[in-house]
């Protein structure tokens, strides 16, 4: 039963809904923030296995938008070399941060196997997204 469902449970359908109505977001997750340690850490997620649970701050795309709390659209990965390759099946990936009360407490992450997929609906969209995400904390 939805109402009843873990917020980790509600993310996770999130994740679910987004991967199997996008055809082109092949891998869906969401990371959070310990402000502290300066570190991300892997949430509900969608899609293959990633051994990269825990991610500093400044590191990847997903570490970058940690610190610079703005989108990142990734049309080409291998143009970039700040970049966590998790699988050789992704060719592009965008990150937008989840924002509660005005703090950057993560964020929604997106892979792609497709070249160049994410346009500027797309960044409206997840942040629409990330503002019904940020309801549930
Ligand atoms: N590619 C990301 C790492 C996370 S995986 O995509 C799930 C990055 O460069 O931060």
């Known amino acids: 039963e939805k109402e009843n469902a873990t917020r980790d449970e509600k993310l996770k359908e999130i994740c679910q809904l987004l991967s199997d109505n996008v055809s082109y977001y092949d891998w869906v997750g969401f990371y959070f923030a310990n402000h502290e340690a300066k570190t ?73 196997h497709v070249l160049d997929p994410f346009t500027a609906a797309d960044e409206r969209f997840l942040e629409f997204v990330n503002e019904e995400v940020a309801k549930l904390f």
């Open 40 to 112: 991300l850490h892997l949430g509900p997620y969608v899609g293959a296995e990633t051994d990269h649970t825990v991610i500093p701050f400044g590191k990847g795309i997903c570490g970058q938008v940690a610190e610079s709390n703005a989108n990142f659209v990734v049309p080409d990965v291998k143009a970039q070399d700040n970049y966590i390759a998790c699988s050789f099946t992704v060719k592009s990936e965008i990150v937008v941060p989840l924002f509660v009360n005005g703090v950057n407490i993560g964020q929604i992450d997106i892979d792609s």
